[in-house]
């Protein structure tokens, strides 16, 4: 039987079925617009309210700025003089190095314990589990003060057999300083929260690719740092930053063991001559200035782990 298309009339069956082919009708039987978008006409959508908040806003913050501007109680002729006086400087190094230092030995320790909660051995997982529980509960400022008096609590530190005697030991009344408090108090605080950073990180990477590779052959370690971290960078640097971040503001608190930081420097001028607002603007101004050079940073150091990534 040979094909015929289904448009072909047969003589038997008589004309085609559509009523309007078969009249003749037009086969476009819409507006004349419809067959050419060019003539249609576009109506933008209106957001009048949008507008309204942009204005509203615009007109906050040109009365901010202007207060800025014109108020005397400000006083920028103070805050210019001390903002890069020698003692502020000293102060913001000291802040740095602090910053530096916990940032460092926090997520050095971090990533142990984070790897830790990951173990299989439930002993591990526990020990991880406790610690990060227990530098997530107690307030920063409990942990530097219980550091900053361990001479009180342990006048003496024995090293011999476990539960037996001692081969040597010394006292503990000069051993932790002021600074040395700071650091391992921002450090062992901030290792319970990079920890769970850190795990977050490396969870959200997708397993078949860790059975890929050891399918391959590919040994445990090189899993890692090849596969596994390069990928979880991408969910730890965020947050990472925003510790970090947490952090270097965080190093105030130190000042309640009168260590000369940013804010406990601004807090002894301000104490001599009676400045208070624009003493507490230079160290707001140093906070925001450093805050967004590591904005700038974590912009870079994302922009090279997101190569590959699909958005």
Do not use: C
């Not at 530097?144 to 003496?156: D, T």
């Not at 740092?225 to 965020?238: D, E, H, K, T, Y």
């Not at 990472?240 to 807090?267: C, D, H, P, R, W």
């Not at 507490?280 to 904005?295: H, K």
């Amino acid at each position: 039987m040979p094909l015929t298309s289904a448009l072909t009339s047969d003589p038997a069956s008589g004309p085609p079925s559509d009523p309007a082919i078969g009249k003749g009708a037009p086969q476009h039987a819409g507006p004349p617009e419809a067959d050419d978008p060019a003539a249609l006409k576009v109506v933008p959508v209106r957001h009048p309210w949008r507008w309204a908040a942009i204005a509203v806003t615009a007109v906050l913050i040109a009365q901010f700025v202007h207060g800025l501007v014109t108020n005397p109680a400000w006083e920028w002729g103070v805050f210019a003089q001390f903002f890069t006086a020698e003692t502020v400087l000293k102060a913001v190094w000291t802040t740095l190095q602090l910053t530096v230092y916990g940032t460092a030995l926090g997520f050095a320790l971090g990533i142990v314990l984070a790897f830790m909660r990951l173990s299989a051995s439930p002993f591990l997982r526990w020990v991880a589990f406790g610690y990060i529980w227990a530098f997530r509960s107690i307030p920063l400022i409990v942990q530097l003060l219980f550091w900053f008096n361990l001479a009180y609590l342990y006048k003496r530190l024995d090293f011999g057999i476990p539960f037996g005697p001692g081969f040597f030991s010394f006292d503990t009344m000069g051993l932790v300083g002021a600074m040395d408090a700071a650091v391992l108090g921002l450090a062992l605080h901030q290792a319970a929260y990079a920890a769970e950073i850190v795990r977050g990180g490396v969870l959200a990477v997708d397993g078949g690719q860790l059975e890929a590779a050891a399918a391959l052959g590919i040994p445990k370690l090189r899993q890692l740092r090849r596969i596994v971290l390069p990928q979880a960078m991408r969910s730890i640097l965020p947050n990472a930053t925003n510790e970090v971040i947490s952090l270097f503001k965080g190093t105030s608190i130190v000042s309640v063991m009168a260590i000369g930081e940013l804010f406990y420097q601004v807090q002894v001028i301000y104490g001599r001559n009676g400045r208070v607002v624009p003493l507490l603007m230079v160290a707001t101004a140093w906070y925001i200035l450093l805050t967004t050079v590591l904005s700038v940073l974590q912009h870079y150091v994302e922009r090279h782990f997101s190569k590959g990534a699909t958005r």
